[in-house]
């Protein structure tokens, strides 16, 4: 009976010290019914949501000595989510002009990126990507509360073939300078695999084509099999991670989509048949397709130092990947929200969703690929990806109607992530 009495206490205690905020505001974005709640009031407790309910529907229980959050005049949505992102990347330094700075510089560098995708609204990752592990150590530091940044889903290092996109291409033979992750053949492309797990990584990138942004590689050229692809899923999937393949070229994206890879990444060449076996597979298959950089990337590119080759290769997919986008949702294919930040600005991602509307999307489709989409690719619908009780408290708040005007969520007012507010204007 003590034992009891004493368990008892210890679970009243808890629920009495247990932080609650209350968020309230004139309307909600709820993506997972697609339609808008009047008079939304959140409870989130312990940086989860333990309610949602609507003042016009019910009369809200507000927890005594709770913290509130009132944003009159706003509308909230559940956190952003960008699936293709590249915190330690800086496209003010292209071509070789990155040579000029020490390694850690770009760990260093990526903080403010981290930072600023977080303030524009981006309270979850995906870095698809990085050196030194870096990603996995801004993980690290964000979950120890030492960095200020988005929940972060890391690849640390990409897995690609000798020679192909992911590997070390801008230095002549006597640097000997080969990617860190480069294997050929089945067997040695699952070692590549267990490797980056080991140290870090909760999701598997590789280049299954060639790039833009590489040199000597030509974006439509195919550069693994379909038995080396196949390999890396398994492997991936065997350890419980998700594989994202980076494939602009049509026969890669449809070796990509045979060999069982859960993202493609830009998809940019994708052909009908392509097309169709993405929006057939029976195990879901999600676009990635980062169709609003290049706006960037043209108009700054030959400033910032991208060669000119590295030019022409995106001018020459640019609009291809566009009207692509807009024929995959038309077949419909399942579409994430995808940016390539560090092509880009990090803090300019919300750009995309325009882009979006304007090859096809509705406003709420656009907003559901950064959020419902974008948290059931990464197997995450208990934790990010909408206003839902049991989910985590990340909230974004703007001003205006973002289903009427994609735009508004390109100035976010309010960030909200775990209950605790990071950015308030």
């Known amino acids: 009976m003590r034992a009891l009495l004493l368990a008892s206490s210890f679970l009243l205690a808890t629920a009495v010290s247990a932080e609650t905020v209350v968020v309230t505001a004139d309307r909600m974005v709820d993506v997972l019914a697609g339609r808008v709640v009047e008079q939304p009031v959140v409870v989130i407790t312990d940086g989860r949501i333990a309610s ?3 003042q016009g529907s019910v009369r809200p229980m507000i927890p005594e000595g709770a913290r509130r959050i009132d944003l009159p005049g706003k ?27 020490t390694d850690q ?16 609204g981006f309270t979850t990752v995906r870095n698809v990507g990085s050196d030194n592990y870096s990603d996995v150590a801004y993980k690290q530091a964000v979950d120890e509360g030492l960095m200020e940044g988005p929940r972060i889903v890391p690849a640390a290092y990409p897995i690609g073939a000798t020679g192909g996109h992911c590997d070390s291409t801008y230095l002549p033979p006597s640097f000997a300078a080969k990617g860190k992750a480069v294997g050929d053949g089945p067997q040695e492309l699952r070692t590549r695999v267990r490797e980056q797990r080991k140290y870090g990584a909760e999701v598997i990138k590789v280049c299954a084509t060639g790039g833009v942004f590489s040199r000597n590689t030509e974006p439509g050229q195919q550069q693994l099999s379909e038995d080396e692809l196949r390999a890396i899923a398994d492997e991936a999937h065997q350890w419980g991670l998700k594989v994202a393949a980076h494939a602009h070229g049509a026969a890669g994206i449809k070796a990509a989509i045979r060999a069982g890879i859960d993202t493609i990444e830009h998809a940019s060449l994708v052909d009908a048949e392509g097309i169709r076996l993405a929006a057939a ?31 022409r290769k995106d001018r020459e997919i640019a609009q291809i990947q566009r009207d692509n986008f807009r024929a995959a949702h038309r077949a419909g294919v ?9 092509v880009m600005p990090h ?4 750009g995309q969703f325009r882009t979006m509307v304007d ?33 985590y408290g990340d909230i974004i708040a703007v001003d205006g109607d973002p289903l009427a005007d994609v735009r508004a969520l390109e100035d976010v007012e309010v960030v909200i992530k775990g209950g605790t507010v990071v950015k308030q204007d």
Do not use: C
């Open 334 to 342: 399942k579409m994430v929200f995808a940016t390539d930040a560090g």
């Open 347 to 350: 803090g300019t991602a919300a």
């Open 359 to 391: 090859y096809g999307m509705t406003p709420m489709e656009a907003i559901q690929a950064a959020t419902r989409n974008a948290a059931e690719a990464l197997g995450r619908e208990k934790d990010v990806g909408a206003i839902a009780t049991g989910r």
């Open 105 to 120: 510089f770009w760990t260093v560098q990526g903080v403010g990126n981290a930072r600023d995708m977080l303030r524009a």
């Open 75 to 101: 509308t909230i949505l559940p956190g952003l989510i960008d699936m293709h992102v590249h915190l330690d990347g800086n496209p003010r330094y292209g071509g070789y002009t990155g040579l000029q700075f």
């Open 281 to 311: 597979r029976k195990q879901p298959v999600w676009f990635a397709m980062d169709i609003f950089n290049t706006e960037y990337t043209q108009s700054e590119g030959r400033k910032n130092g991208v060669l000119e080759d590295n030019l």
């Open 52 to 54: 949602v309910v609507s």
